[in-house]
């Protein structure tokens, strides 16, 4: 399990409560059963057991763990959103890419048949392959999610409420550079973002936290840590606020 139930409970009570017209799901997947850490020449033991154990080793064991959490965030008057983010699709695309599905027959066949959709779809449109998107696939066609329950974004598909960007994750910076709160605070824009895990205000630019887990739980993640648990709402009127939220899912009096 990835995420804190409290959290995740409470967040959807925030949800409930506040009856926002838009939600957006930043990070959708762990990526953990396809990351791109699992797939380098020099084998990680250790953490391939713990995901092992976990059940992790199945690409489709994670889509199934994660489709149930996406689901438990679908309302009928709330149009929902997943950014493009870097645990998502360009991870899939690493993994269609590198892997080689002979060596794991437990994931061969959705593999295939990934990669059938992926060759497909750049004959079909004659298109880029980033423009392929693999996230609704992998939920609409693999793991039975309602067609356009969630609307997965594309790279630098945009989309504004007012004058706020709310289509970028914040992993992609400027021209080719990797994503900061820094770098994306010059762009000109207001934007609101989520890759960082950290919540902040720079500028025009409101980030929000994380839902997961916090760094002790995770492998890559180690010493003082400014992660924490928040997400940012935007009113009516265009003005944004930061709610946090404690180890306990509350997030007001």
Not at 36 to 62: C, M, Q, Y
Not at 205 to 211: R, W
Request: glycine residues 8%; proline residues 6%.
């Amino acid at each position: 399990k990835t995420y804190p139930f409290e959290i995740v409970e409470g967040s959807q009570g925030m949800l409930d409560t506040l009856h926002p017209k838009y939600q957006f799901l930043h990070d959708v997947f762990e990526g953990v059963s396809f990351s791109r850490h699992s797939i380098k020449n020099a084998p990680l033991p250790h953490e391939t057991f713990h995901r092992w154990l976990r059940g992790l080793h199945r690409v489709d064991e994670e889509l199934r763990q994660t489709k149930a959490i996406l689901e438990k965030y679908l309302r009928p008057w709330c149009k929902t959103f997943a950014p493009d983010a870097n645990h998502d699709a360009p991870w899939l695309q690493n993994w269609l890419t590198r892997f080689d599905y002979r060596v794991d027959p437990a994931n061969a066949e959705l593999f295939l048949r990934m990669q059938n959709f992926m060759y497909a779809e750049i004959r079909k449109n004659v298109t880029a392959p980033k423009n392929v998107n693999l996230m609704r696939y992998m939920f609409e066609k693999e793991a039975g999610l309602k067609p356009k329950a969630v609307k997965f974004l594309l790279p630098d598909e945009s989309f504004e409420v007012g004058e706020v960007e709310l289509g970028c994750h914040g992993h992609l910076g400027p021209n080719g550079s990797f994503g900061s709160p820094s770098n994306l605070a010059k762009i000109g824009k207001k934007a609101t973002t989520a890759h960082t895990h950290s919540a902040g205000i720079y500028h025009g630019l409101f980030v929000a936290g994380t839902s997961t887990k916090l760094t002790k739980d995770w492998n890559y993640t180690q010493g003082p840590s400014s992660w924490g648990w928040s997400h940012v709402v935007q009113y009516p009127n265009g003005q944004r606020a930061i709610i946090g939220m404690t180890k306990e899912g509350k997030w007001r009096a």
